[in-house]
């Protein structure tokens, strides 16, 4: 079965709406993994508007499963990546201005500075993938320059999915893009991943690509919480006022 990995990012989107201590990432990470997922994500921004360096280094204690780390290439955070040590890495380009990820790493055009942050995280113990679109030359330039794993970038199947459903020809050519890229890198000998804008709606075609090891899912599963969780949250608030202010 395709493993999840879940990304808890914006858990602490909400904290820092509040700059408060809750909703905790760990506390919120043992509940993913004791839903059954493979693995807890989190990326590190430079800009750190969401997961903060404490939240890394809290989960590198307190998770039972796997931690994978989403970061830029940049100096500061391969520097933490080192001493955290998380699993896995997952290189992604990272824009300050940007919502979300968007686009996959150039790794053939950044090829010696790549090779240089994958090889020093590597002899450090830690898997290493490369976040890029469903490209033959980025999966080429991933293996050569030893990566682990490659996760393809799934933006714009999202985008498609949500715009003409699962059959026009621009959906069907994304699927296809996205399969031969897979192939390819899986007789590269990388270990193929998805992400990035997957939910409920479109997982389907994605998981009927050969040999993929694992998703990350985010945004879908937190704002999904929101509305399994919120009844209750209601629920209690009005209870409580009963319990304290008797029953008028
Ligand atoms: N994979 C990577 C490399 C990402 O950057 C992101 C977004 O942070 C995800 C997966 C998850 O995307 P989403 O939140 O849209 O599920």
Redesign the pocket.
């Known amino acids: 079965m395709i493993k999840l990995g879940v990304?808890i990012?914006h858990i602490a989107t909400i904290r820092q709406a509040r700059k408060e201590d809750f909703p905790s990432v760990t506390e919120a990470a043992a509940l993913c993994e004791k839903a059954g997922a493979d693995s807890i994500?989190v990326?590190l921004r430079e800009d750190r508007r969401h997961i903060q360096d404490k939240d890394v280094y809290g989960l590198r204690e307190s998770l039972r499963t796997k931690l994978n780390l989403?970061m830029a290439a940049s100096e500061e955070i391969v520097k933490i990546a080192l001493d955290v040590k998380p699993d896995y890495v997952?290189l992604?380009p990272e824009k300050r201005q940007e919502v979300?990820?968007e686009g996959g790493v150039d790794v053939a055009g950044q090829k010696a500075k790549l090779s240089d942050i994958v090889d020093r995280l590597k002899k450090s113990g830690i898997i290493v993938s490369m976040?890029i679109d469903a490209d033959i030359e980025q999966v080429n330039a991933s293996s050569e320059i030893n990566a682990d794993c490659i996760?393809i970038h799934t933006g714009k199947y999202a985008e498609y999915f949500k715009k003409f459903g699962a059959d026009p020809n621009e959906f069907q050519s994304e699927i296809k893009r996205i399969s031969d890229a897979s192939a390819h890198a899986v007789s590269k000998g990388l270990i193929l991943n998805a992400?990035?804008?997957?939910d409920y709606k479109n997982l389907e075609g994605i998981c009927k690509i050969a040999s993929m090891n694992e998703f990350?899912?985010?945004?879908?599963i937190v704002a999904e919480s929101v509305f399994t969780g919120l009844e209750k949250a209601v629920t209690d608030m009005k209870k409580l006022i009963k319990k304290y202010t008797g029953d008028m």
Do not use: R, S
């Not at 990350?216 to 879908?220: E, L, M, R, V, Y």
């Open positions: 990304n990012d994500t990326h989403e997952c992604v979300t990820t976040f996760e992400g990035h804008g997957l990350n899912i985010g945004f879908a």
